[in-house]
């Protein structure tokens, strides 16, 4: 089964900037698509052209945004469902990047 996947999936250097925008397109249309996060993850890199990078950004940004009114408080209390856990970190990702950042600036 894993040969049939692998051979149904493309390269990340095959995708052309229609079929990218396609992507994002299906994610923000259907949470059916959630397995479209790790591709377009991946083409935020040096390496990926400029037009790609804005492109998986734009989705990026646009499927995650919604989310972040759902997070409690990183002050709250009460226990985290798993589902809930997962956007908490994710809130918290940037502040844990700044403190990565300004710990690297200083050594």
Known sequence: MASILSKKQKKKENYT???LKSLGSDLLSS???INNLPLLLSFISPESPPQFVVESLLSLQSFFTPLLS???SSSSSHLLLPNALVKTMIRQRPRQMKTLKSSSELG
């Open 31 to 33: 949470r059916a698509h």
């Open 70 to 72: 759902q997070l409690p």
């Open 17 to 19: 900037l229609k079929e």
